[in-house]
């Protein structure tokens, strides 16, 4: 039903084919757990140099461990600790070249060495992270950044609360 092959090309290229897989996936399923799992593993599996993909979703005003594809994780991170309780806290995309280098940055596995992390926004809320982690420094930029951006946009259009 859904290509198997990882999207090849540029980057946009790749975003591209990822999003249209994404719109397949979330095709006349409204749950954002079952959307969430889906994207985490299209991330994961998708993408070159990931060791980590997945959901932090807010609960109680804590970050909690949602959906994911990779080794297990930190199951809860408070908002403004790590880069994706600050990319929460600030409400805005965070790619960290180098997590050694990040301020607070928590250690979930020792392999990840970048990270990008969008926030997901709902009706103005804070509902959670979209996180991905690589075992490379500077696996992230700009183009990472917006394809993650709209991916989110997708899930959030796709889920409902």
Same mark, same amino acid.
């Not at 591209?16 to 996936?25: E, F, I, K, V």
């Not at 959906?67 to 908002?79: D, E, N, S, T």
């Not at 403004?80 to 995309?93: E, I, L, N, P, Y």
């Given at each position: 039903? &859904?290509a #198997?092959? /990882?999207? #090849? =090309?540029?980057?946009?290229?790749?975003y591209?084919?990822l999003?249209?897989? *994404? !719109?397949?996936?979330?095709?006349?399923?409204?749950? %954002?757990?079952?959307?969430?799992?889906n994207? %985490?593993?299209? $991330?994961?599996? =998708?993408?070159?140099? $990931?060791?980590?993909?997945? &959901?932090?979703?807010?609960?109680?005003?804590?970050?909690?461990?949602?959906?994911?594809?990779?080794?297990? *994780?930190?199951? /809860?991170?408070?908002?403004?600790?790590g880069?994706?309780?600050?990319?929460?806290?600030?409400?805005k995309?965070?790619?960290?070249?180098?997590?050694?280098?990040?301020? +607070?940055?928590?250690?979930?596995?020792s392999? %990840? /060495? %970048?990270?990008?992390v969008?926030? $997901?926004? !709902? #009706?103005?809320?804070?509902?959670?992270?979209?996180?991905?982690?690589a075992?490379?420094? @500077?696996? &992230? @930029?700009?183009?990472?950044?917006?394809?993650?951006?709209?991916?989110?946009?997708?899930? $959030?259009?796709?889920? @409902? +609360?």
């Amino acid at each position: 039903m &859904f290509a #198997s092959a /990882r999207p #090849s =090309g540029n980057k946009t290229e790749i975003y591209h084919d990822l999003a249209l897989q *994404a !719109r397949g996936l979330f095709e006349s399923e409204r749950d %954002s757990i079952a959307n969430a799992a889906n994207l %985490s593993a299209l $991330l994961y599996h =998708g993408l070159d140099q $990931l060791n980590w993909a997945g &959901f932090y979703f807010l609960r109680t005003g804590t970050l909690v461990l949602g959906p994911f594809q990779g080794k297990p *994780a930190c199951v /809860r991170i408070a908002l403004g600790k790590g880069v994706c309780g600050t990319a929460a806290s600030q409400r805005k995309s965070l790619v960290v070249p180098d997590v050694e280098k990040f301020p +607070g940055h928590i250690t979930c596995d020792s392999a %990840s /060495r %970048s990270e990008l992390v969008v926030p $997901l926004i !709902r #009706s103005g809320a804070i509902i959670g992270v979209l996180d991905l982690d690589a075992p490379i420094p @500077d696996r &992230f @930029d700009d183009e990472d950044r917006k394809g993650v951006e709209a991916l989110a946009r997708l899930w $959030l259009a796709a889920s @409902d +609360g």
